[in-house]
């Protein structure tokens, strides 16, 4: 009998050092997995230009940087080739647009990866508008930096005649 009953303490025992053990393993893998989310935190996440994002322009029609309002085309946001809606957050004394107004814009650089016919993808660094009238004209004479031919398709032959770069 007093056998079986220290047999029992030492299982308990067991189970108690076992679980404790196990406890902080759990604890490691936990502070693994929050480092590994900390890391992602700190990488840009890719996703769509929606409301409020914030595009450098790449003409010189006046503007340095404009805001999203709406993307014309898609639920989700706009990409590459895709019209937007815009309004003038920063710009040039002596421009052609002025701080404040709104204009549509064609996206020509996007951060987010689109995939292409041949199984290659292309992705830029930044996010980048080219500023148009109504009439889908674009309002600078100029567009700087690399354009995707994907605008050929989108008819956007204009903005890639003047282009200085095709990518």
């Known amino acids: ?25 759990d604890g490691l893998m936990r502070s693994t997995h929050e480092m590994m989310s900390n890391h992602l935190l700190f990488q840009q996440q890719r996703t769509f230009i929606q409301m409020r994002t914030s595009l450098k322009v790449v003409d010189n ?36 647009v002025k701080k404040g107004e709104v204009h549509y814009g064609v996206v020509v650089r996007a951060a987010m990866p689109r995939g292409r016919c041949d199984g290659s993808e292309v992705k830029f660094d930044d996010n980048a508008v080219v500023l148009i009238n109504k009439h889908g004209e674009p309002i600078g004479t100029r567009v700087f930096g690399p354009v995707p031919h994907e605008l050929r398709k989108k008819k956007h032959v204009k903005i890639l005649s003047l282009a200085e770069h095709i990518a």
Do not use: H, W, Y
């Open 1 to 25: 009998m007093a056998a079986s009953s220290s047999s029992r303490l030492v299982r308990v025992v067991g189970r108690s050092l076992f679980s404790g053990l196990c406890n902080n393993a």
């Open 61 to 96: 029609s006046g503007a340095k940087r404009v805001a999203c309002i709406q993307a014309l085309k898609g639920k989700k946001g706009a990409r590459l080739g895709d019209t937007i809606v815009c309004s003038v957050k920063e710009a040039q004394p002596g421009g052609k």
